[in-house]
């Protein structure tokens, strides 16, 4: 009887001491630890270490190996496993990928649209359950949708309700290390203020201090003198024609 070999697209592997150093001269030293489950002890990585031979002797070897393929610092590396044929010839076997240190196995594409279809059909699945779930039968009537708005409201409500899920805390390290990282290299430019208009005179303090403001309250029962009653408008003369 076969024993059935575990799914690598469920496995995951990092070490603890190497993840505060990490960085693209030493990641292909982190991915060949032998404790690493995706590493191939067979391969030419393997050979060129233990004969203490120079990283580009591997492309004078045939064989599997391993290569640092992408990179985007600080958090994210891109490794790939290929069979060498000749110095200018490769096959590519398999990629892995690390993030903050936690080693993955990328999925093929058949396991890509595996995973896609198997979601499509829970999700129609789901509405036609959904769906069924509001046919009603009558012997008169025959099949009839009850359509509540009540029903849909609160399930709405309840969607609407229901709480996110928080981030963690490495993902706040990491999303404020990044933005660190973005904020160094592209500084917020503060706009300058705009300058005083030279035609506005500021009134110094010292000239503010002697200026006095007298104001005249004149009172209401003061009789008006003779000169300064009104006048009735002058009569009009009818012209002589």
């Known amino acids: 009887m076969t024993e059935t070999k575990e799914n690598p697209l469920g496995l995951s592997w990092h070490d603890s001491a190497w993840i505060p150093i990490l960085n693209p001269s030493n990641i292909l030293d982190y991915f060949c630890e032998r404790n690493n489950p995706f590493f191939d002890r067979t391969c030419n990585n393997e050979s060129i270490k233990m004969q ?22 600080p958090i994210l590396y891109v ?18 990928y690390i993030i903050a240190g936690v080693i993955y196995q990328a999925p093929d594409l058949g396991s890509v649209l595996n995973s896609r279809l198997l979601s499509t059909i829970h999700h129609l699945q789901s509405a ?26 609160d399930k709405m409500a309840k969607k609407e309700n229901a709480k996110e899920e928080p981030s963690s805390l490495f993902q706040r390290q990491r999303v404020d290390m990044l ?24 009134v110094p303090e010292d000239v503010k201090s002697d200026i006095r403001v007298d104001v005249k309250i004149e009172k209401p029962d003061t009789p008006l003198s003779q000169n300064t009653r ?7 003369k009818a012209r002589l024609a």
């Open 79 to 96: 490794i790939r496993k290929q069979h060498r044929h000749s110095p200018t010839q490769a096959t590519p076997l398999a990629d892995y």
């Open 230 to 236: 009104m006048k009735p408008p002058p009569e009009k």
């Open 179 to 202: 933005l660190t990282e973005l904020t160094r290299k592209f500084p917020i430019k503060v706009p300058s203020m705009p300058a005083v208009d030279a035609k506005i005179n500021p």
């Open 52 to 73: 203490r031979l120079a990283p580009e002797q591997l492309t004078n070897m045939t064989g599997p190996e391993y290569i640092l393929l992408h990179v985007q610092e």
């Open 128 to 153: 036609f359950d959904e769906t069924v779930s509001y046919s009603r039968y009558h012997p008169s009537k025959g099949y009839t949708w009850d359509l509540k708005e009540k029903n849909l409201k």
